[in-house]
């Protein structure tokens, strides 16, 4: 059987994803409702959701009762299991375009009380910790608006069908607030797709692009001006007020450095400037600060490196579509034999033998 990414980051690591998730400090929660969707999918579809959830850490009681708010991390392995127990590679898009806006809660009532789509988009960027505390939204107002998603406190590269339902849903939010059938002017998804990007394209446009140094959202010339068709200035006074004090008791949590290393190192990697010094200077620090902080956590900047190679190494070759020599430029190798030089160093076996023995 093919080594899961989860099974070589624990073979080089010496401990387990588990394991390593508790000893995060204050780990990053989540309200659970994209959870609570991806379980009434799998019930309907006659899979046994208990063993599913104890896989990943959760309970049928933590999804039951949708008061509970749930880890971060839990939540993006349970998406992962979801759409595998599917077999649907889509789940995070099919589910983005299905769901009640409403279910999103005081976050899209206070974006939907909003003037305009500008306003509605600064309040998303705002308040949507109380929503997910690991989910960052950056939004700049130029005259083509850009939403950035980053991750606070959580590996980026773990998640796919989280980050694409987000994606997915913020469009259908705009559209439905803005009463426009608009297509964003350019959307960039930082991890790769092999395969189902039409369906993705079918939908937010064919300015798309995976593999991408950041996740974000570039809306049409002009859009943060749309006036919104539900605005009510007296509601959205009130909800402000509401969503202040439910934002003032979320923590804010910007995890170990270990993972923001991860997270700025991931879109580096196949343009071969996965370096420390490059790492340092975009985070802000010296080099030499950044490995004293790195070894405070009991890590170098290479370990971190490889094993991030080692987690986006099986990923992609669980997809047989994608040639190896791809996977090595993708992980910033400069020839596929050096790519198979390094597999071998990690798993004693050479990318093609992994594939073989699935």
Known sequence: MLFSAKDLVAMMAGRSTRSIIKQLSDPPTVQGGLSRLAAERVRRAGIKLEPLLSRVGLTIDQIDDSERRINASNQIAFLEAAAEALNDDLLGLRLAEEFDLRDLGL?????????????????????????????????????????????????????????????????????????????????SIS????????????????????????????????????????????????????????????????????ITVENTIAPLLPHGQAKASVVAKKLGMSERTLVRRLADEGVTFNEILQQLKANLAARYLEEDGMPISRIAWLLGFEEASSFTHACRRWTGKSPRELRLSR
């Open 107 to 187: 976050l899209y009532y206070v974006m939907a009380s909003s003037d305009t789509l500008g306003d509605a988009l600064k309040r998303a960027a705002r308040y949507s910790r109380i929503t997910n505390e690991a989910v960052v939204l950056q939004y700049h107002e130029t005259r083509e608006p850009t939403l950035r998603i980053a991750y606070s406190g959580i590996q980026r590269h773990v998640d796919l069908q989280q980050i694409e339902f987000c994606i997915v849903a913020m469009v259908r939010v705009s559209r439905a607030l803005s009463g426009r059938r608009f297509f964003p002017k350019h959307v």
């Open 191 to 258: 991890h790769v797709r092999p395969r189902g990007i039409a369906k993705f394209a079918g939908f937010l446009g064919r300015d798309l692009e995976f593999g991408s140094s950041a996740d974000e959202l570039d809306f049409p010339a002009g859009s943060a001006e749309w006036a919104l068709v539900d605005a009510d200035a007296r509601l959205n006074k009130i909800l402000l007020k509401t969503c202040e004090e439910s934002l003032s008791s979320r923590r804010s949590n910007s995890g170990r450095l270990r």
